[in-house]
């Protein structure tokens, strides 16, 4: 049994940079590299999407230079690989919200979603400036407005058409979610999505995680028996 939907929260790139007595950019360039290879690994493993947590809400509180680096490396980095996520038919998308995200860096995420919406390949989903109370509360609201304007009944709101309000509407839900690092906690990620996602921690910083590493995981999720209440999905090789 392989998932489907793999999401990462990628996290150590400061704590990686730190133990070297390097920049905290380093760290971050480090994990640019490592994401790469991941989506590689993905690919070659099968995966059809991979949520990939790029950039939080919170994330707007470290300091200025640092996100501003953070920012010129992304947008520069995601304009270098356009031709080869094209070529490798991969598909682009984002989640979150788009304001405050800066223009440069906006642009490139639409440009490679529009360059990259016929690919049939792996579904690289970054989710940048995304807070999932913030998704939730935002699907709230559009449903609330259904309601009031006469376009839906109170019977209508069922767990299927609400997902369909969130900014992940066009994906399954996660069957794995690794975080690396050695935090244990979910960290405002896909809340509504995970419900009976797998979870897989490890301590490895996200610089250091490889694509072994990544294939660990996927290792470790195909001996596992997912439980959906009373439905259980026995494990396979």
């Not at 007595?21 to 989506?39: P, T």
């Not at 609201?141 to 709101?157: H, N, S, Y």
Request: glycine content about 8%; aromatic content about 10%.
């Amino acid at each position: 049994m392989r998932p489907k939907h793999v999401a990462i929260i990628m996290d150590g790139n400061g704590r990686w940079a730190k133990k070297r007595g390097l920049e905290r950019f380093r760290g971050h360039f480090e994990g640019m590299k490592r994401a790469g290879e991941i989506i590689t690994a993905a690919d070659e493993e099968g995966i059809e999407a991979l949520t990939l947590y790029t950039f939080s809400q919170q994330n707007w509180k470290r300091p200025e230079t640092e996100i501003k680096m953070l920012m010129q490396m992304i947008s520069m980095g995601l304009r270098q690989k356009a031709g080869d996520l094209r070529g490798r038919n991969y598909r682009f998308d984002f989640i979150g919200q788009t304001q405050g995200i800066p223009q440069n860096v906006l642009q490139t995420f639409l440009q490679l979603k529009e360059m990259t919406a016929a690919s049939t390949g792996l579904r690289i989903n970054l989710a940048f400036n995304y807070g999932s109370r913030d998704e939730i509360l935002e699907a709230v609201r559009l449903t609330a407005r259904k309601v009031c304007d006469g376009e839906l009944g109170l019977d209508d709101i069922t767990e299927e058409f609400f997902s369909k309000m969130l900014y992940t509407r066009q994906l399954p839900d996660p069957d794995l979610l690794i975080r690396t690092s050695g935090e244990q906690r979910i960290s405002n990620f896909l809340l509504w999505q995970i419900s009976y996602t797998e979870l897989y921690f490890t301590k490895v910083l996200w610089p250091d995680f490889t694509a072994d590493e990544f294939r660990k995981a996927i290792r470790e999720y195909a001996q596992r028996e997912r439980r959906y209440g009373d439905v259980q999905t026995p494990k396979t090789l």
